[in-house]
């Protein structure tokens, strides 16, 4: 079975300053991770992914996440954080070893504020 | 390229009626997926359809359906209503199966009274 927690579900940043959500795992393969961004009353958006190449993924929007096997960790930062940053931003664990990779498996979110 | 195009956008239904939410995928996206979300229980996946053919399915009881047509477009249907059932039913859509790249359309929300 494969898991993923957010260790938080509610984080605030001035407009400017450095974004940080965190991220957990858990999973008996080596896993697929992404992170995906959900504005009000809007679908989600892929941000971006990690399948086992570069350990430091580049996303849209600058932002970024380390995988850390030793940790068992996918945190999503971003240098500046942008109003428009605004949104709920989802950790998702999958599995490209059963077939099942599409039934993503989704951390409860953590909502990001950001203030001026 | 049109995103994923769902609909209806807003919907209130009562209790053991039933219901049917369409998605059309993002052009030449075979692979199509549904997926609740609620407040209480977040983000969880129902089913994926790719060449007409249900892949994988979640854990939801059989009251929740669903099919896919030639042209690549889904329907989800859920049959004798719950107030559980209300919900954020979002679709997405994928060039391939197998993989966790997924195109979200905006959703349709249920609401059960």
């Known amino acids: 079975a494969q898991s993923v927690t957010q260790l938080d579900s509610h984080v605030s940043v001035s407009e400017g300053t450095p974004v940080l959500l965190r991220c957990n795992y858990s999973?008996?393969?080596?896993?697929?991770l992404f992170w995906y961004v959900q504005h009000p009353n809007k679908g989600l958006q892929l941000l971006l992914k990690?399948?086992?190449?570069?350990?430091l993924v580049k996303g849209i929007n600058g932002f970024e996440a380390e995988f850390k096997k030793s940790e068992t960790s996918f945190h999503l930062t971003k240098p500046s954080a942008h109003m428009s940053d605004a949104a709920e931003y989802f950790c998702?664990?999958?599995?490209?070893?059963?077939?099942?990779?599409?039934?993503?498996?989704f951390g409860t979110g953590t909502r990001l504020q950001v203030t001026l | 390229k049109a995103g994923v195009t769902q609909t209806p956008r807003y919907l209130i239904k009562t209790r053991g009626q039933q219901v049917t939410l369409s998605c059309s995928p993002i052009s030449g996206h075979r692979s199509v997926s549904w997926y609740q979300q609620t407040p209480g229980q977040g983000l969880q996946f129902l089913f994926e359809?790719?060449?007409?053919?249900?892949?994988n399915k979640g854990n939801f009881p059989g009251r929740f359906s669903g099919r896919q047509f030639s042209n690549s477009r889904s329907e989800m249907n859920v049959s004798t209503l719950e107030l559980g059932d209300s919900a954020l039913y979002l679709c997405a859509s994928s060039p391939y199966i197998n993989t966790g790249e997924l195109f979200f359309g905006e959703g349709s929300r249920l609401t059960v009274l």
């Open positions: 359809y790719f060449s007409e053919t249900q892949r």
């Open positions: 999973s008996s393969y080596s896993p697929s």
């Open positions: 998702v664990v999958s599995d490209l070893n059963t077939g099942t990779a599409s039934k993503l498996t």
């Open positions: 990690y399948t086992s190449a570069a350990t």
